[in-house]
């Protein structure tokens, strides 16, 4: 049964076609596996938005690329969205409901919450992923995180019913301009972190800094100008997770304990 009061609070339900692309196919290639494993594939868009847009793309890439029975179910704390989202409905593929971080009673292998937590206190972010974590299935995972309006930039965690796994940012290279302004869409975990004396803050000014030192590869692309730096930070020492197919298309992924608070 549905619960009667969702936990959280309205988004400002901001949304467009593609906007969550970077993490999508992030999440084809990094949870792809864990989907193909579950019991049952449900996956919950946790906060979808204004429109319905958001889970209908990501039911169309999981279903192409992963599996073709995965079930996603958008929740929203609105009941007016949720209402409007009602005529893109394709039961039991793609169905809408009213939820928040209980997940309306819902077991699901995988959650998708993005630009959710930005507009709560630092201090509520804890809370809200143990809530979460606490009710996916055995070896399910959230990733939760934010994007920039266009989908350009991106920053996510990777948990699981332990905690955070992982911290993944994302850019789109041909618009990249300096990697210094991933920091503004860093996860609310962290973002209030980007100050000396914090892990974030050393691996941004870290990564900014071999990007410079990548100059030189500029007049080859955007892109071998961050494959270069991602090869330095990772030389440096930083724990970058990921291979050079990940970084071609700007990703780059750390273990949390590298960027957890202190």
């Known amino acids: 049964m549905e619960p009667r009061r969702p936990l959280g609070v309205v988004t400002r339900g901001t949304t467009n076609p593609n906007r969550l692309r970077r993490v999508d196919n992030w999440i084809v290639e990094t ?4 989907l193909r494993a579950a019991a049952d594939p449900l996956v919950v868009d946790l906060g979808y938005g204004a429109t319905p847009v958001t889970p209908l793309e990501l039911r169309a890439r999981l279903a192409a690329r992963v599996r073709a029975d995965v079930r996603v179910v958008g929740l929203e704390i609105d009941p007016v969205r949720v209402a409007a989202a ?8 793609l169905t ?14 995988l959650v998708r919450a993005f630009n959710v937590l930005r507009q709560y206190d630092e201090g509520e972010v804890a809370d809200a992923w143990r809530t979460v974590t606490g009710r996916l299935a055995p070896g399910g995972l959230l990733v939760e995180g934010t994007c920039d309006e266009l989908g350009r930039l991106g920053a996510w965690v990777l948990l699981d019913a332990a905690g955070p796994r992982t911290l993944t940012l994302a850019a789109k290279l041909t618009t990249l301009e300096s990697p210094a302004t991933l920091a503004e869409r860093l996860p609310k975990a962290l973002i209030h972190r980007n100050v000396p004396g914090e892990r974030v803050h050393d691996l941004i000014d870290a990564l900014e800094h071999a990007w410079r030192s990548a100059a030189g590869y500029a007049p080859f692309g955007p892109r071998q100008r961050w494959l270069q730096a991602v090869a330095t930070l990772k030389e440096s020492g930083w724990p970058v997770q990921d291979t050079p197919r990940s970084w071609r298309h700007g990703y780059l992924t750390l273990p949390w304990p590298a960027v957890a608070p202190s």
């Open 96 to 109: 809408f409901a009213r939820g928040g971080f209980e997940l309306a009673g819902l077991r699901p292998a």
């Open 86 to 93: 009602e005529p893109a409905a394709d039961p039991p593929r």
């Open 31 to 34: 949870c792809g596996d864990a």
